[in-house]
């Protein structure tokens, strides 16, 4: 097979993406994740691959695609950027957070939280992570507080943190904060509009409201994304049977 291109035309940062599932039922989300590697063209059929890890290193997988393959599947990414020695340190301390916090030390959780915002104060992760801890702590009034900081990061509604968005507007429905998390999920459904999960959830936040007109109206927009959506198919029983009841 001919090629307009000349041997060893390809060499640079490429990414392929995948997609991964986490949770269940309306607490389900999806991930998406980038894994990069350095593509070098060998010859007009062949193309080497060196992967590499987080911190731009190479991992020490190399793999060899057909040209015709690599193209299908792979996407340049010129402005790939290597994280800093801080972004590194910042993303340690959040991990020894969850993993003090998955064994309920959460003084020790709160520390590493603290310790990655001096690091990054603009941090999504480490704002969301100790503003949940402090929900699981008992202590709702911190929790607000950190979440209305959370609320005004812009950040929040990038792409990169789009698997965010459910969990922080689940984190400020059970805050109680009823009116940040429906202004949350509306402009999170200027982002992904047809997000089925965040339509979910803004009828489950009227209906704790009672609002049941609003609670099936989106209902239906969740169920008009997915009609296979068993969860809203309940959570629209539910609200008939109390808009009944109430009427």
């Known amino acids: 097979m001919e090629h307009a291109t000349s041997t060893k035309n390809i060499k640079g940062i490429f990414f ?21 590697c350095l593509a070098e063209q060998i010859d ?15 991992t020490g997988i190399v ?3 057909p040209y015709e ?8 990414e010129p402005n790939f950027k290597v994280k800093t020695l801080k972004e590194q340190e910042t993303d340690l ?16 959780a709160e520390w590493e939280y603290t310790s990655a915002l001096k ?37 929040l509604f990038e792409e990169e943190n ?7 507007g689940i984190a400020l429905r059970k805050a109680a904060m009823l009116d940040e998390a429906r202004s949350h999920y509306l402009k999170a459904l200027e982002i992904s509009p047809q997000d089925e999960h965040l339509c979910f959830n ?24 997915n009609p296979l959506f068993r969860e809203a198919r309940h959570l629209e029983s539910m609200i008939s049977q109390r808009a009944s009841v109430s009427s």
Not at 44 to 58: A, M, Q, S, V
Not at 127 to 150: C, N, P, Q, W
Not at 202 to 225: C, G, N, P, V
């Open 93 to 108: 301390h959040i991990a020894r957070a969850e993993k003090h916090r998955n064994r309920k030390e959460y003084n020790s």
């Open 44 to 58: 007009d059929e062949r193309i080497k691959l060196t992967f590499l890890g987080n911190e731009g290193n190479p």
């Open 119 to 155: 690091l990054d104060p603009e941090s999504i992760r480490a704002h969301f992570g100790i503003g949940t801890l402090y929900m699981e702590m008992g202590d709702r009034d911190k929790a607000r507080s950190v979440f209305e900081k959370i609320s005004q990061i812009d950040a």
């Open 16 to 36: 392929e993406e995948s997609t991964i599932v986490l949770g269940t039922g309306h607490t389900q989300k999806t991930q998406t994740l980038k894994n990069f």
């Open 69 to 76: 393959e690599f193209l299908s599947r792979y996407t340049l």
């Open 202 to 225: 803004i009828a489950r936040l009227y209906f704790e409201k009672q609002d049941w007109t609003s609670a099936m109206e989106w209902i239906h927009k969740a169920l008009e994304i």
């Open 162 to 168: 789009k698997h965010i968005f459910n969990e922080f």
């Open 63 to 65: 793999v060899e695609l």
